[in-house]
C-alpha cells in the first residue's frame, strides 16, 4: 500500500495491511530524517524522546530513586537498532538530572532485568 495523503495514515493503521513491523519503519524513517537535519522530523522525535524521559522521571519520583544512578535497561526496536535514538534519550534523561547507571541495552526486556538484577547483586558485595 503506497500512501499519497497524510489522512490516508489513519487507516492504514488502524485498518490497513500494515503491521507493527512495517510500522515500526515509519519511526526509522522519521530518525533518518532527523539526523539528516530534517527540522520537522527533529521535532517529532524531540518531543517522542522527551515524553519518554517524562516516564523515566515519573517512575524515579514515584520510587524515590537517587537520580544519580537509575539501572535503566532498554529494550525494544529502537533503542536497539538506533544508536541515534539512544543518545537523543539518554540525552534527555540527563537534562532531566537522570544519571542510568548501570545501562544495559538489550533484545529482550527480560533479559534487562536480569542484567541490572546481577549487577546490583555483584555491587552490593
Excluded at 63 to 69: F, G, I, N, T, V
Aim: a neutral charge.
Amino acid at each position: 500500500m503506497r500512501l499519497t495523503d497524510p489522512t490516508q495514515l489513519i487507516s492504514a493503521v488502524h485498518g490497513g495491511p500494515w503491521d507493527r513491523m512495517r510500522l515500526a519503519t515509519l519511526a526509522e524513517i522519521i530518525i533518518q530524517s532527523a539526523d539528516e537535519g530534517d527540522a520537522i522530523a527533529r521535532e517529532i522525535l524531540t518531543r517522542q524522546v522527551a515524553e519518554l524521559a517524562d516516564c523515566v522521571t515519573a517512575a524515579v519520583n514515584r520510587l524515590r530513586m537517587s537520580r544519580e544512578a537509575v539501572p535503566l535497561a532498554l529494550a525494544g526496536g529502537l533503542m536497539v537498532k538506533s544508536a541515534s535514538y539512544r543518545q537523543r534519550f539518554i540525552a534527555q534523561l540527563s537534562e532531566a538530572t537522570i544519571l542510568a547507571d548501570p545501562l544495559v541495552v538489550v533484545a529482550e526486556p527480560a533479559e534487562g532485568a536480569l542484567r541490572l538484577a546481577a549487577a546490583f547483586v555483584a555491587g552490593t558485595r
